[in-house]
């Protein structure tokens, strides 16, 4: 028996003189891997299971989860991702991994020499999986860049626990930078902006423009979480892009679970409410996602429809996510190249210095 058996893993092997590498790993929530009943109770037991999205005292928790949970809310959940999956599968794992792909298009035509992979905090394609893929690669620096706009310990601070708890079995640990949000930058405010003004040049204009937030725990925002404020001000940026007045739009949260009370106002009772005080026409946008997912397309699309016309509305218009709009592109590539800089993205490796220090390090001896 070995008593002297390393905690951390086996460092992939390592070539003296190779050039430094930057990677931008872009972070989503995740998916299951189909709408089948067992693979969402594998994705949801994994979201809920996380303290920082469920926070009661943890044996009780996991007990109602296990023991009631996950008995009967898979098949009902895997329903509604059945509803709104893709020939190529989850609307969320497309848009994201087709954001990635732009993003770093979008830097190499800026000279970013940067290799962009996109990761989910919970399922397939973890967080954990593509930093040990890119440190094998021989990525020395990796820039966090979560698709959440808005900063929250169920979302932003999960991720980032994802990459500490990854670090915390490195022993040669790659340079680290954390983005925190961008919930009131100029340019992702812009890119939401210009997705609804296309929609309304399209469509005209709405008797009413809801912004639909994703919901979480009022007593969150009593502890110091700042996502409230955060939608609340994305909110108001947005509606001074667009010239709307205080009556011209609301904000509402959505995907509430258990009993809980969360933030208000809620979506659904909202939309009931407009559709029985006579508002004809609505129109549903959602700041929070940057792709569609099951909280867009199903939540509010369908539910959210549905409840606004059987109270008494005539047309609801649900406004697509940003997804692989140029103008959000573009914005998430100003946002990564503000967070880049210092870190020699752009300097040409000296391949003779390269080869000089391999050698300095075989004469010591080094390994080949």
Known sequence: MNLFT?????????????????AVLYCNLGTP??????????????????????EVPRLLWLMILHGIILRFRPAKSGAKYASIW?????????????????????LAQRGHDVQVRYAMRYGSTSIASQLDQLKAEGTTRVLILPAYPQYSATTTASLFDAVYAW????????????????????????????????HWQANGRPDMLLMSFHGVPERTLHLGDPYHCECFKTARLLAEQLGLSTDQYKVSFQSRLGRAKWLQPYTEPTLMAMGQAGVKRVDVVCPAFTSDCLETLEEI??????????????????????????AWISALADITQQH????PTRTPQDAAALAASRAAALALGAKA
């Not at 994201?96 to 770093?104: G, V």
């Not at 079995?169 to 340079?175: A, I, T």
């Not at 429809?305 to 692989?324: K, M, S, T, V, W």
Request: charged letters at 25%; glycine letters at 8%; proline letters at 10%.
């Open 301 to 326: 699309n369908m539910e959210g429809r549905e409840a606004f016309l059987h109270a008494g509305g005539q047309a609801f218009h649900y406004i697509p996510c940003l997804n692989d709009d140029p």
């Open 6 to 22: 390393s905690p951390f893993v086996k460092e992939p092997p390592f070539q003296h003189g190779q050039a430094p590498r930057t």
């Open 33 to 54: 891997d189909s709408p089948g009943t067992p693979d969402v109770r594998r994705f949801l037991s994994e979201f809920l299971g996380d303290p920082r999205v469920v």
């Open 167 to 198: 670090a915390a079995k490195v022993r040669n640990l790659p340079e680290l930078r954390f983005i925190n949000h961008y919930h009131d930058d100029a340019r992702y405010i812009a890119a939401l902006a210009g997705r609804i003004r296309h």
């Open 86 to 106: 893709l020939p190529e599968g989850s609307p969320l794992k497309i848009w994201t991994e087709k954001q990635a792909k732009l993003l770093q298009g979008w």
């Open 340 to 343: 880049l800089q210092g870190w």
